[in-house]
């Protein structure tokens, strides 16, 4: 699992510029995407091999100093709460603040590892004023430049080594029973799904706490079922937080699409996809996780025979390219198709564990790649000569072709629609790669 990574500090110090630089340096942010907005809180990280989910805890607070200092602790005691690292920014050009003396007190608490971050040091003077940050009592201090991007690697150097190998991280679970997170913006009805699902059932394991302090994966066991429910839906209490919901909701959603193999992205049917829910599913796409999308409250809407139809076609017009994903109109209050949502969660971890044997996968794409070949490129053919199954955890085929670094991304494309078509990978992003024959 990826580590979460949360960068805290009071206002203008430069988080967001910090963040911007450590997930778009690594290409993490598509924009392309409807709704995928520039300012949002949380990013895919990757440095060295090593992935991890940043978080930008800036952009609240206002108002007065009071209300700065109150809206920052917060903001700071969810980051100790959720994110495994801290990254600590503070600015040269200001020195020590008071505010800043606020933060270190807390951050000195919370027993996670702390990266003290000095930004703006873009000059040698800068590199001596930054010394005045040590009496933070922090240990080390990493100047950086997040403007021109000066320092960051060995920022992200000292980072990753907090960050374990993928193998060594995986959980001492059943890897064969599907990890399922019930995700999505505050009161769509996530609890009472999870609640629906679970209350009535006495057959139901204790709950198992996975390998991160906080991530409960409860067994279920029912109606020949068996998963594990990845806890999102705010099962733990909040403790000292208080009233920032929203923020505390993206951390609780990033930990469970993290721990999970399965996402089901609730949105409420009077709202439609909102800004936040593609913020989601982006970042379940990004993980390489499935998804299955899970309409509710679809009781309250007034409907004719077209009604359904029409919202799906909404749905997958605003998620588009990723166009390949089930839709399940749900009201958790009526009962209403519950378990259907359930057993197309589990439809889709099979699809994400489908393996195509080398011979059928050629069989099938080479006379296609043959009738449709990919375009020249400045007088050069493209030729796929080969197409193989890479084994990974999600679906990932290497194509075998001369010039790898001329197929664009339209052709890339027209061949994971080509491999949809033939194989079922419904609710599943698919990787492709072009490799050197």
Request: charged share 30%; glycine share 6%; hydrophobic share 40%.
């Amino acid at each position: 699992m990826g580590k979460i990574v949360a960068i805290i500090g009071r206002p203008n110090v430069g988080k967001s510029t910090l963040f911007n630089r450590i997930t778009e340096s690594r290409d993490a942010i598509v924009d392309e995407m409807a709704g995928v907005t520039r300012d949002r809180h949380y990013g895919k990280g990757e440095w060295c091999g090593k992935e991890f989910t940043i978080i930008d805890t800036g952009g609240y607070a206002v108002g007065s100093e009071d209300e700065f200092e109150e809206e920052i602790r917060n903001q700071v005691l969810i980051a100790m709460d959720e994110a495994d690292i801290l990254l600590f920014v503070v600015d040269v050009t200001m020195g020590l603040t008071d505010l800043d003396e606020i933060v270190a007190g807390l951050v000195r608490k919370s027993r996670k590892p702390v990266f003290l971050v000095v930004n703006k040091v873009d000059n040698h003077d800068r590199q001596h004023d930054a010394a005045e940050f040590y009496s933070l009592g922090l240990g080390d201090l990493y100047c950086i430049s997040s403007i021109n991007g000066s320092g960051t690697g060995d920022l992200l150097d000292a980072l990753t080594e907090h960050i374990p190998a993928e193998a060594e991280n995986e959980e001492n679970l059943d890897n064969d029973v599907p990890r399922i997170a019930v995700v999505g913006r505050p009161n769509v009805g996530k609890s009472s799904f999870v609640n629906a699902l679970l209350g009535k059932e006495r057959n139901i394991v204790t709950p198992i706490a996975g390998t991160t302090r906080d991530t409960i994966h409860t067994r279920y066991r029912a109606f020949g079922h068996d998963f594990y429910l990845v806890d999102t839906a705010g099962l733990r209490k909040k403790g000292k937080v208080r009233d920032d919901v929203e923020f505390y909701s993206v951390m609780r959603t990033v930990k469970a699409i993290e721990h999970c193999d399965v996402c089901i992205l609730m949105i409420d049917a009077k709202d439609g996809v909102e800004a936040q829910d593609m913020n989601i599913l982006w970042l379940a796409l990004k993980n390489n996780r499935g998804v299955v999308i899970v309409v509710n409250k679809w009781d309250t809407i007034e409907k004719d025979t077209h009604t359904t139809k029409k919202f799906e076609e909404a749905i997958l017009n605003k998620i588009a390219p990723f166009r390949d994903v089930p839709i399940i109109f749900t009201s958790v209050t009526e009962k209403q198709r519950l378990l259907k949502a359930i057993e197309t969660a589990v439809q889709v971890h099979e699809n994400r564990k489908r393996a195509i044997p080398t011979r059928q996968l050629n069989d099938v794409m080479l006379p296609i790649i043959e009738n449709y070949p990919p375009p020249a490129v400045k007088g050069k053919y493209l030729k796929i000569k080969y197409v193989t199954q890479i084994k990974l955890a999600y679906p990932a085929f290497a194509f075998f072709c001369n010039l790898p670094q001329y197929f664009r991304e339209p052709y890339r494309r027209f061949l994971e629609n080509k491999l949809r078509e033939h194989f079922d990978f419904k609710g599943v992003p698919i990787t492709i790669f072009f490799r050197q024959k």
